[in-house]
């Protein structure tokens, strides 16, 4: 696990989006909202995020919970476990 000053998780809702977004817009729009809330420029972040429900669903907000961490903390990471021999699953 990585952990510290560099890694920001949060609860986000979004304006529900008015029509059916491809997955490369609907990541635009989530990218420009999760940059309100990451000190760090995006470039230089790890992004994960899932789509959750809302919390009042009669509200028909988007709703996702995000995880962002510095890159060079999930590189220093996965050096990490590749020297130990540990199976990396994902990494974005």
Do not use: W
């Not at 309100?36 to 429900?53: G, T, W």
């Not at 961490?69 to 990471?77: D, F, G, S």
Request: glycine share 2%; aromatic share 10%.
């Amino acid at each position: 696990a990585i952990q510290g000053r560099g890694i920001i998780a949060r609860y986000l809702e979004l304006p529900a989006f008015t029509k059916e977004l491809s997955e490369k817009e609907a990541k635009t729009a989530i990218l420009s909202h999760v940059s309100k809330y990451v000190p760090f420029p995006l470039e230089d972040i790890s992004l994960s995020y899932c789509k959750v429900p809302p919390i009042n669903p009669e509200d028909k907000k988007f709703a996702i919970f995000f995880v962002a961490a510095r890159k060079n903390l999930v590189e220093h990471q996965m050096k990490l476990l590749i020297k130990k021999k540990q199976k990396i699953l994902n990494y974005y």
